[in-house]
């Protein structure tokens, strides 16, 4: 079951968010935000909450601010920490004071949730869907300066085929993350996750929902690890 919700975002008024409420809620609940360029709608996000919601878990997904006033190009993420952190706080508040949230989230959403569990937003684990490492043909500017702060479990979801995220930088610089770092790779996902037939090991194209659905007993072995 599904339910429209609007978030206080603090200075930034409200945002739309979506919640997906399993029959038989259990453990840890979710909040997850859009990439750079989408929006709580990205069909791969929308496939993601509703694993969950299949394996137990209320999920959220939820607009930033900047979406919500229509604008396509997000500030920098550091940014926007202080928004998440304010619909973070109001889904707790009306969803699940006493759960334990899991945040995260596709590609920029991801990376600003992070931001604000390195600083002062209070998390049982991150999940990323296409995490970016760096900017696409500028492997040394990596995104890792604030791992040392996450002293949480993290779930990498990401495509071996993704130039956001060049893999074996992010396994040489896992050893950066405070907590536990679970990486599953999906052999020719690009940054959505979606594998097209050139680059499937079977030569069959699969979309992101496909894939992010397949990915169900990962997701749930590495929730019940947290």
């Known amino acids: 079951m599904t339910d429209a919700l609007r978030l206080h975002a603090g200075s930034d008024g409200t945002v739309s968010a979506v919640a997906h409420r399993p029959a038989r809620p259990r453990g840890q609940a979710f909040l997850l935000f859009h990439g750079a360029g989408g929006s709580l709608e990205t069909p791969?996000?929308?496939?993601?909450?509703?694993?969950?919601a299949d394996l137990g878990h209320l999920a959220v997904r939820a607009n930033l601010p900047y979406r919500e006033t229509g604008r396509r190009t997000p500030p920098r993420a550091e940014?926007?920490?202080?928004?998440?952190?304010?619909?973070?706080?109001?889904?707790r508040r009306e969803l699940g004071p006493r759960r334990d949230w899991v945040l995260g989230g596709k590609s920029y959403g991801g990376r600003v949730a992070s931001l604000g569990v390195a600083g002062a937003v209070q998390a049982a684990g991150l999940l990323f869907y296409g995490y970016p490492l760096h900017p696409p043909g500028k492997p040394e500017r990596l995104r890792v300066d604030h791992w040392s702060?996450?002293?949480?479990?993290?779930?990498?979801?990401?495509?071996?085929?993704d130039p956001f995220c060049d893999l074996a930088l992010l396994r040489r610089h896992r050893r950066k993350w405070a907590g536990t770092?679970?990486?599953?790779?999906?052999?020719?996902?690009d940054h959505s996750l979606r594998v097209a037939a050139k680059a499937a090991p079977n030569g069959r194209a699969r979309s992101e929902v496909d894939v992010v659905k397949d990915l169900g007993p990962a997701i749930k072995t590495w929730i019940d690890s947290i």
Do not use: H, M
């Not at 791969?44 to 969950?52: D, N, P, Q, T, Y």
């Not at 940014?79 to 889904?91: K, M, N, Q, R, S």
């Not at 949480?152 to 071996?160: I, K, N």
């Not at 770092?181 to 996902?189: D, N, P, R, S």
């Open 44 to 52: 791969g996000l929308v496939a993601l909450c509703e694993v969950l």
């Open 181 to 189: 770092l679970t990486l599953e790779v999906i052999a020719g996902g």
């Open 79 to 91: 940014l926007a920490v202080d928004g998440l952190a304010a619909i973070a706080t109001a889904a």
């Open 149 to 161: 702060s996450l002293d949480v479990p993290g779930l990498f979801l990401q495509g071996d085929r």
